[in-house]
């Protein structure tokens, strides 16, 4: 599939919210064409003006636009993190050491609360590690196409400059999903097999009003595709996906179980 393709049925994927925070890839490409079609001068360079300082500012604007959502984000998930390991640790010690039969039966309605958190958070946490990689992948893609259909030599510079971007460097995020993974090990107990933690998933997987799993699933697919290992591989590319007991794994096996329909 072509990129500017991937991109848009990836944002159609995304959260309604975040649909105007991916890269303006069509917008990008019409400029990199009317900077090609400049006649060139007798020494054989292309007199460039206007259409190249709208693509050179409108990717500056762009990096600016994600490095403002995705650090937004990111700290929200921080809150939001230490907010659910508080609330499972409050209805541990309120609920689950009782004994009685209604605190046990307070006890298991709250957990489905945090367990309906949980997989919601997950699922926009991957989904923000999707949003970095195919932005970046987009800037890499149109700027080798700039060079190429130019004969600048814009692409070495501007990647460099996005490597030290924050909405590139996805440390954090990543630690986070491994930490929420933990937790939903602890919320879903262990003697549960995967069709009944499905069938409880397929309940808790709303965010507001629109379902997150699918848009969870096509994320992590992308991811997969585009930092799968392959013989055109170069130092643009982003590195291999290794996530070999991940829980995003098992997303995919539960979204085999649960009806997307």
């Given at each position: 599939?072509?990129?500017?393709?991937?991109?848009?049925?990836?944002?159609?994927?995304s959260?309604?919210?975040?649909?105007?925070?991916?890269?303006?890839?069509?917008?990008?490409?019409?400029?990199?064409?009317?900077i090609?079609?400049?006649?060139?001068?007798?020494?054989?360079?292309?007199?460039?003006?206007?259409?190249?300082?709208?693509?050179?500012?409108l990717?500056?604007?762009?990096?600016?636009?994600?490095?403002?959502?995705?650090?937004?984000?990111?700290?929200?998930?921080?809150?939001?993190?230490?907010?659910?390991?508080?609330?499972?640790?409050?209805?541990?010690?309120?609920?689950?050491?009782?004994?009685?039969?209604?605190?046990?039966?307070?006890?298991?309605?709250?957990?489905?609360?945090?367990r309906?958190?949980?997989?919601?958070?997950?699922?926009?946490?991957?989904?923000?590690?999707n949003?970095?990689?195919?932005?970046?992948?987009?800037?890499?893609?149109?700027?080798k196409?700039?060079?190429?259909?130019?004969?600048?030599?814009?692409?070495?510079?501007?990647?460099q400059?996005?490597?030290?971007?924050?909405?590139?460097?996805?440390?954090?995020?990543?630690?986070?999903?491994?930490?929420c993974?933990?937790?939903i090990?602890?919320?879903?107990?262990?003697e549960?097999?995967?069709?009944?933690?499905?069938?409880?998933?397929?309940?808790?997987i709303v965010?507001?009003?629109?379902?997150?799993?699918?848009?969870?699933?096509?994320?992590?697919?992308?991811?997969?595709?585009?930092?799968?290992?392959?013989?055109?591989?170069?130092p643009?590319?982003?590195?291999?996906?290794?996530?070999?007991?991940?829980?995003?794994?098992?997303?995919?096996?539960?979204?085999?179980?649960i009806?997307?329909?």
């Open positions: 599939m072509k990129f500017g393709k991937r991109l848009k049925k990836q944002i159609v994927e959260l309604p919210e975040w649909r105007d925070q991916f890269l303006s890839y069509k917008e990008l490409k019409k400029l990199v064409r009317l090609s079609a400049a006649p060139p001068l007798p020494d054989g360079v292309r007199e460039y003006g206007k259409a190249e300082a709208d693509f050179v500012y990717l500056n604007n762009e990096i600016d636009k994600f490095n403002n959502f995705f650090v937004e984000q990111e700290e929200d998930f921080v809150i939001r993190h230490e907010a659910l390991e508080e609330k499972m640790k409050e209805v541990r010690e309120r609920w689950g050491a009782n004994g009685s039969e209604a605190s046990e039966t307070k006890y298991k309605e709250e957990m489905a609360k945090i309906k958190d949980m997989v919601d958070f997950h699922g926009e946490m991957v989904l923000l590690v949003y970095s990689s195919i932005n970046y992948t987009g800037l890499a893609k149109i700027l196409k700039y060079d190429k259909r130019t004969g600048g030599l814009l692409r070495l510079p501007f990647i400059k996005v490597l030290e971007q924050p909405f590139y460097a996805t440390d954090q995020i990543s630690k986070l999903v491994r930490k993974e933990s937790m090990d602890v919320v879903f107990p262990a549960e097999d995967l069709a009944e933690r499905a069938r409880e998933a397929r309940d808790a965010v507001a009003g629109e379902g997150i799993f699918r848009n969870t699933v096509a994320a992590l697919h992308t991811i997969q595709e585009i930092r799968a290992g392959s013989s055109t591989r170069s643009f590319s982003l590195p291999p996906l290794n996530l070999p007991e991940s829980q995003l794994i098992q997303t995919i096996q539960l979204n085999s179980i009806p997307t329909n």
